[in-house]
Structures are given as C-alpha cells and as structure tokens.
C-alpha cells in the first residue's frame, strides 16, 4: 500500500479514522486513543507537545459553533433576545462541544499534520516494525513478514 496524499489525509482525519491508512477503531473509549494505529503501526504522537494542536483545533472549532450559536441566536429573536436563555445555551454548547469533538479533533490533527508534514522515512521503518504487516515499507526495505 502506498501513503495517502494529502487529501486523504485530511479527509481520513476529519472522519475519525487513521490518516495513513484509514482505520477506524483508534478509540478505546470516547477519549483514549491509541498511541498506534493497530493496522499501519504508525505513532500518532509525532514529537513533543504534538497534541497542543489538536487542542487548538478543538478551541477554534468551539469557538466557531459558539459564534453560530449566539449571533444565530441574537438575529433570529431581535430586538429582544433572551439573555438568560441564550446564556445557558451557549455555556451548555461551550460545555458539551469540546468533549464530543474530542476524538475529531485528534484525528483531524493527525491528518493536517501528516498532509503538511510527510512521514519520514524512519517513522515509516517504525510503524512497519508495529503494523500488520500489511503495510510495507513501501519501497524502503522488505515488512516484518519479509514480502
Ligand atoms: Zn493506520
């Protein structure tokens, strides 16, 4: 198998699967993700500190549904809003969103930074010492199952 382009990275990523190889089940629980994929051995956690992107996507992304919510909220019940209403509404919004795109958030990461930042070849060796075997090295050296 070859590695995906950038678009399917991104694609794979904002769909809650691995962005190298497509594999779903990533999550133990809605919150725990694995370190590697099952399928592709690839280690998600490229260097230090690489979740503080993920969680910056999850802010910005948090932040936008709060706009919508709001001023969707103003606009359609101007001249006279419901403050108290609105209040609640958006702390339960700002609440709630962060914790279910949480799983998003991570795997959308994964694939923008795949996309900007190809693998190398030795984080290919890697995750081919880790995968199924399915997964090759794609032209590097013979897989663990030495096809
Ligand atoms: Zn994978």
Redesign the pocket.
């Known amino acids: 198998m070859t590695e995906p382009t950038k678009g399917q990275a991104v694609w794979r990523g904002a769909t809650k699967?691995?962005?190298?190889?497509?594999?779903r089940k990533?999550f133990n629980r809605w919150v725990t993700m694995v370190q590697?994929?099952?399928?592709?051995?690839?280690s998600y956690e490229r260097n230090h500190g690489f979740w503080l992107g993920s969680i910056m996507l999850n802010m910005a992304f948090t932040f936008g549904v709060f706009l919508v919510v709001f001023v969707g909220g103003m606009v359609t019940t101007w001249p006279d809003p419901p403050w108290t209403g609105l209040l609640i509404l958006t702390l339960t919004v700002n609440t709630l969103f962060p914790v279910v795109f949480h799983p998003i958030s991570r795997t959308l990461w994964v694939g923008m930074e795949m996309a900007a930042r190809p693998l190398e070849p030795q984080e290919i060796l890697d995750?081919a010492a880790f995968?199924t075997g399915e997964?090759s090295i794609a032209g590097l050296e013979p897989g663990p199952t030495g096809n």
């Open positions: 699967r691995c962005a190298r190889c497509g594999e990533l590697r994929c099952p399928r592709c051995g690839h995750a995968g997964w």
